[in-house]
């Protein structure tokens, strides 16, 4: 009786450690599903009708007539040549609206007594606004304010980018150095300093900053980012050209004069960054990578820790107390080095 007891104990486990292996099968089996189409909708599809990239190929889709010019609805109080021993200029992209993001860009590394001893000259670009009054004040105040005849919106970035190349190439020549930033970035201004003293450090015809090569466009199942979303007939090429990301890039005045005479002539594209990468391959304008360029924050919602970004030149994806932080921390490390 006790064997005949344990027996169907014994039969009643095995079934029951049976049952719970199927489930667990079945489980497991709709997790590794799950993840599976979701990396299908994140991957690009490898599409069979894009054509091969080639200079020449890429030439003939952005060929277009003479470029109509946007005009300039305001211009810095103070012209850029006035101030010609100021070895760099920086534009920073800014939607009009984002005036707090200007303000502590002004409050803490773009500030005029760090432009004075970085030896830069910054400038905000910004499109229409529908509260004038607000912008006249603060144009009133500060007169770093580029102003074009545009819409604010995500594709329309492209346009105030090439009014930056416009700005620099028509009325802010002076200067050897030119950097595009968005407003939501940090900058470790000591960067100024290893360019400007080194007179080797940048030749003309190449753009820095953090690059990437051979990038597919997103032709992809899911509709989660759509607005980076590409069909063949915007873009027929399998891959975009090397382009340097759109948070910061850098180069000589002389070469965005070339890529703005480039840019006078060939069509726009949606995404700012590409495009830059594209003009410059029809410039035969060499992309390079630096090291620690660009920091992307993303999504960390942790407390920015200073040795998390040490060595990064350009922090990205800001809050305004982000920003402050970084600038607040960058003077207690000055001090506490120099106490």
């Not at 489980?27 to 080639?54: F, N, R």
């Not at 007169?143 to 492209?158: C, F, K, L, P, R």
Request: one cysteine or more; proline letters at 4%.
């Amino acid at each position: 009786m006790p064997v005949i007891g344990k027996s169907k104990w014994s039969q009643e486990s095995n079934h029951s450690m049976f049952v719970y292996k199927k489930r667990r099968n079945v489980i497991l089996g709709g997790i590794i599903l799950s993840a599976a189409l979701m990396t299908l909708q994140s991957v690009p599809i490898k599409d069979q009708t894009a054509e091969t990239l080639t200079r020449p190929g890429l030439r003939s889709f952005m060929q277009q007539g003479e470029r109509i010019g946007i005009p300039f609805l305001i211009q810095p109080k103070l012209k850029c040549n006035q101030e010609s021993e100021r070895s760099t200029v920086i534009t920073v992209l800014s939607k009009a609206s984002n005036l707090p993001q200007r303000e502590v860009i002004r409050q803490t590394w773009g500030c005029s007594k760090m432009q004075i001893k970085y030896n830069f000259r910054l400038y905000f670009v910004i499109g229409t606004v529908t509260n004038v009054n607000s912008l006249n004040i603060e144009v009133f105040l500060y007169g770093d304010i580029i102003q074009v005849d545009i819409q604010e919106s995500y594709y329309n970035i492209v346009e105030k980018t090439i009014a930056a190349f416009k700005w620099v190439t028509e009325l802010c020549f002076e200067p050897r150095f030119f950097f595009k930033m968005d407003d939501d970035v940090y900058f470790d201004l000591a960067f100024l300093k290893v360019i400007q003293n080194n007179d080797t450090y940048l030749s003309d015809d190449v753009i820095h900053g953090t690059c990437v090569y051979g990038v597919p466009p997103y032709r992809y199942l899911g509709t989660g980012r759509d607005k980076f979303k590409v069909s063949v007939d915007e873009y027929p090429f399998n891959t975009y050209p090397p382009y340097c990301g759109g948070p910061g890039y850098f180069m000589t005045s002389h070469t965005a004069k070339n890529m703005y005479l480039m840019m006078k002539t060939k069509r726009s594209f949606k995404f700012e960054d590409v495009y830059v990468g594209m003009v410059a391959c029809l410039s035969q304008i060499s992309v390079e990578t630096i090291d620690h360029f660009v920091y992307e924050k993303l999504n960390d919602t942790r407390l920015l820790q200073t040795v998390k970004i040490k060595g990064f030149r350009v922090v990205h994806g800001l809050t305004l107390e982000d920003v402050q932080y970084l600038w607040d921390s960058r003077h207690l490390e000055y001090n506490n080095r120099h106490a």
